[in-house]
Antibody
Framework: EVQLVESGGGLVQPGRSLKLSCLAS????????MNWIRQAPGKGLEWVAS????????YYADTVKGRFTISRDNAKNTLYLQMTSLRSEDTALYYC????????????WGQGVMVTVSS | DIQMTQSPSLLSASVGDRVTLNCKAS??????LEWYQQKLGEAPKLLIY???NLQTGISSRFSGSGSGTDYTLTISSLQPEDVATYYC????????FGAGTKLELK
């Protein structure tokens, strides 16, 4: 069974940093691109970042570029999101999601981890 | 950046109705469009990929169509478990979700 379990969220002050993790199981992690997608409270979905299976290709939303870093450790089956210079507008539920090839969609999602940026 | 406009933002329909949700891109997205269903308190679920391909395990009452800038998700016969918010997503250029259509029972 495919599982994605996020961790590392919490309450953080503006300007501080936080690192999210997503532990994958039930599939060969190193074969899939992975993404972070977030959802502010009561709002819609926002794609945040993506990383290819071998970390060769990395992309970011303009809203987080230069502040967030996506990475992965295929030996540990773990996806990361390092978030720095956090702002109140980064407050959201952060999902990790597996991408099934270029055209196959985000076929598995974690349950999400909450990040609250507030003083 | 490509903008995705979903309509309507709120849709009320009865059980058994045929329901159509729309998604319009600000430019041609070459069918690189997906549909997701999100029920209250749950993670989103992939319904349709590459415009009209039904994800494994999804009911055949869901279907997708479209081309160019205009795309549609159709539910052939609405069921109570279909109450959810539906999002379209384009990956042709950048990565953009629509704002969603909230589907409720009348």
């Amino acid at each position: 069974e495919v599982q994605l379990v996020e961790s590392g969220g919490g309450l953080v002050q503006p300007g501080r940093s936080l690192k999210l993790s997503c532990l994958a199981s039930g599939f060969t992690f190193s074969n899939y691109g992975m993404n972070w997608i977030r959802q502010a409270p009561g709002k819609g979905l926002e794609w945040v970042a993506s990383i290819s299976s071998s970390s060769s290709y990395i992309y970011y939303a303009d809203t987080v570029k230069g502040r967030f870093t996506i990475s992965r450790d295929n030996a540990k089956n773990t996806l990361y999101l390092q978030m720095t210079s956090l702002r109140s507008e980064d407050t959201a539920l952060y999902y990790c999601a597996r991408r099934y090839g270029s055209y196959g969609g985000f076929d598995y999602w974690g349950q999400g981890v909450m990040v609250t940026v507030s003083s | 950046d490509i903008q995705m406009t979903q309509s309507p933002s709120l849709l009320s329909a009865s059980v058994g109705d045929r329901v159509t949700l729309n998604c319009k891109a600000s430019q041609n997205i070459n069918k690189n469009l997906e549909w997701y269903q999100q029920k209250l308190g749950e993670a989103p679920k992939l319904l349709i990929y590459y415009t009209n391909n039904l994800q494994t395990g999804i009911s055949s009452r869901f279907s997708g169509s479209g081309s160019g800038t205009d795309y549609t998700l159709t539910i052939s016969s609405l069921q109570p478990e279909d109450v959810a918010t539906y999002y379209c997503y384009q990956y042709n250029s950048g990565n953009t979700f629509g704002a969603g259509t909230k589907l409720e029972l009348k």
